[in-house]
Structures are given as structure tokens and as C-alpha cells.
């Protein structure tokens, strides 16, 4: 989600009295939930018999790989990745070696250029990548061109001015086209370069894209989603519209897809719960403001799973 919120919120929960600020409490508890690990996240599996098939697993993508929030978050590398993340449920399911390089704020160019991640430059992803690198898995494309941003940010702040229409759609299409579709056809392109990119880098691997989960119900209104009446059915259909877009990158490249936005129906943050991502309201104990809980990454590593099977 939109990269300048996340690493606000996420260095503000590593100050002094910044936990319990964001977390909504006042006994600091919640300062367990991020550790000072470095980046990458390395994740060895010495102890038992390294995966045949999978030896290797490179995971490479933005905050919703990265996790942040979900115990337990490391904050030293300002990537704030999770050790509970889905590359990590995965590579422990595979006892595969996982060299875990996902970060928060990440668009598709820190796949191929450093990343400044809060006064710290985190090395390009791609650089984890090599010959004998066995599984990738990719999430990224909302950051790109400022997508969440304006669906959360300029979104939900334009639901103010007009709570029963819909400001957002209205001024998203003032000009005669739909100024988000054309950025998700561009974020395509991007995407599909990106997976294509990393069949050059890592030609025996097996590549998997992870689309997006859907946050916005199919029906219905709630208060830790603040978006227009309106708006809900056209946020809503700018996310399948881009998760449609991540589908046919995958196709373009040969990777395999999951499918996150289908799974995650009936998990929207209105959704109590069964809420798959969190709403406005920031938990660093469970996951930051619209970013996914523990039981979405959960999801995702089955869904990986399943398909690896």
C-alpha cells in the first residue's frame, strides 16, 4: 500500500512511545512485535533435509509480502518484513532455503534499483536472484504510479466532501477516461517486464505471482473504510481491474498466478473477523492500517502451496 504512509507509521512505531501511540495502547506491550533482524530475512533450514524440488526460494515484493505488522516485524532494514509473512510460512512447509527480500513501499523499479527505505538503501531485489534460485514468488504493482495511494489516500480524503456520491470515481474520470485504468495498463506492462525479467535472472525457477486480496466488500459500508458510498463499488472494481492485469502478466511470462482476490471474498476489512486486512485504524500487534493480518498470509501460503502441489 501507498509507500510514504507505511514507512511514516512504521518508523514512528520505532520510536520511543511510538508503539504504544499507533497500537492504540499505553503499556508498550506491543514493542515485542518488531525485532532489529537485518535485511534480507534469511530463513535456513539446516536441522532437516533441504527440499529436492525447491532447495532455493527467493521471495520478492512490496508490503503486502512483506507484512508488516503481523508478529513478528523486523524494523532494522526499514523493509519491515515479517517472520510471519507467506514467504515465510512457505519456505517452512517446503524446508526450502528462503532468502526473503520483499519491502514495504517497494514499486516494480526496486526490483532493478536500490530502494530508499526511511534513510536506509535497501539493494535491489533481483540482486537475491540466481541460476540456481528454484522457486520466486513476486507480489508487487500497487505501489506503482501511485495506485493505492490514490485509493486509500486521495480516496478516501474526497469521501469527506461528498459521503453518498462518488467524488473519487467522478474526479478519476472528469477528464473523459478513467485516469486509474490507464495506470493499471501501465502497471501491466511493468509487471509482466518484472516476471519475464526474472526468468533471465533465474531460468530453472519457478515462478509464482500473487495478486492482491479484495478489501472492499461486495456490499455494504463500514466505518474503518473510509471511502464515499459510491466509491466502494468503484475501488473495489479498480482492484480486480488490477488484479485482472497481474493475471495476464503471469500468463505473458509463463508463471503460475494466485488468485488472492478471488480467495479473499468474504475476508474485506468490513468483513469483522473474517477480515483478512486491517482497516484505518494502524495495530502493530496485528497488522498496519490497510495491510493484511496473519489469516491472509495464511491464505496465501496455502494458496502457494496448493499450487506448487
Known amino acids: 500500500m501507498p509507500s510514504r504512509h507505511v514507512l511514516a507509521a512504521l518508523t514512528l512505531a520505532a520510536t520511543v512511545g511510538g508503539v504504544a501511540a499507533l497500537a492504540g495502547c499505553d503499556d508498550g506491550s506491543s514493542a515485542a512485535n518488531l525485532d532489529s533482524s537485518s535485511a534480507p530475512t534469511a530463513s535456513a533450514t539446516a536441522a532437516e533435509p533441504v527440499n529436492a524440488r525447491f532447495p532455493t526460494y527467493v521471495a520478492?515484493?512490496?508490503?503486502?509480502?512483506?507484512?508488516?505488522?503481523?508478529?513478528?516485524?523486523?524494523?532494522?532494514?526499514?523493509?519491515?518484513?515479517?517472520?510471519?509473512?507467506?514467504?515465510?510460512?512457505?519456505?517452512?512447509?517446503?524446508?526450502?532455503?528462503?532468502?526473503?527480500?520483499?519491502?514495504?513501499?517497494?514499486?516494480?523499479?526496486?526490483?532493478?534499483?536500490?530502494?530508499?527505505?526511511?534513510?536506509?538503501?535497501?539493494?535491489?531485489?533481483?540482486?537475491?536472484?540466481?541460476?540456481?534460485?528454484?522457486?520466486?514468488?513476486?507480489?508487487?504493482?500497487?505501489?506503482?504510479?501511485?495506485?493505492?495511494?490514490?485509493?486509500?489516500?486521495?480516496?478516501?480524503?474526497?469521501?469527506?466532501?461528498?459521503?453518498?456520491?462518488?467524488?473519487?470515481?467522478?474526479?478519476?474520470?472528469?477528464?473523459?477516461?478513467?485516469?486509474?485504468?490507464?495506470?493499471?495498463?501501465?502497471?501491466?506492462?511493468?509487471?509482466?517486464?518484472?516476471?519475464?525479467?526474472?526468468?533471465?535472472?533465474?531460468?530453472?525457477?519457478?515462478?509464482?505471482?500473487?495478486?492482491?486480496?479484495?478489501?472492499?466488500?461486495?456490499t455494504g459500508t463500514c466505518d474503518i473504510l473510509p471511502l464515499a458510498k459510491g466509491d466502494y463499488a468503484y475501488v473495489r472494481s479498480v482492484t480486480e481491474d488490477l488484479n485482472d492485469a497481474m493475471r495476464a502478466a503471469a500468463s505473458k511470462g509463463k508463471a503460475t498466478y494466485v488468485d488472492v482476490g478471488k480467495a479473499s471474498a468474504g475476508h474485506d476489512i468490513c468483513a469483522g473477523p473474517d477480515a483478512w486486512v486491517n482497516g484505518m485504524n494502524t495495530d502493530i500487534t496485528k497488522a498496519i492500517a490497510f495491510h493484511p493480518f496473519a489469516a491472509e498470509q495464511q491464505a496465501v501460503a496455502d494458496l502457494i502451496l496448493g499450487k506448487l502441489s
Open 60 to 218: 520478492l515484493g512490496d508490503s503486502y509480502t512483506a507484512a508488516p505488522g503481523v508478529p513478528e516485524t523486523e524494523q532494522q532494514s526499514g523493509c519491515f518484513r515479517s517472520s510471519g509473512n507467506y514467504p515465510s510460512l512457505v519456505a517452512a512447509e517446503l524446508k526450502s532455503e528462503l532468502v526473503d527480500v520483499s519491502c514495504s513501499g517497494a514499486t516494480t523499479l526496486a526490483l532493478v534499483g536500490a530502494q530508499d527505505t526511511g534513510g536506509k538503501v535497501t539493494p535491489a531485489q533481483f540482486s537475491a536472484l540466481t541460476p540456481a534460485t528454484a522457486l520466486v514468488t513476486l507480489g508487487i504493482g500497487g505501489n506503482d504510479l501511485d495506485l493505492f495511494q490514490t485509493l486509500i489516500g486521495t480516496c478516501g480524503q474526497l469521501g469527506s466532501s461528498d459521503p453518498q456520491g462518488s467524488p473519487c470515481r467522478d474526479q478519476m474520470q472528469s477528464g473523459g477516461k478513467d485516469l486509474l485504468v490507464e495506470k493499471i495498463g501501465k502497471i501491466g506492462a511493468r509487471v509482466t517486464s518484472a516476471v519475464r525479467d526474472v526468468r533471465d535472472r533465474a531460468p530453472q525457477a519457478t515462478i509464482v505471482l500473487v495478486g492482491y486480496p479484495q478489501a472492499v466488500p461486495a
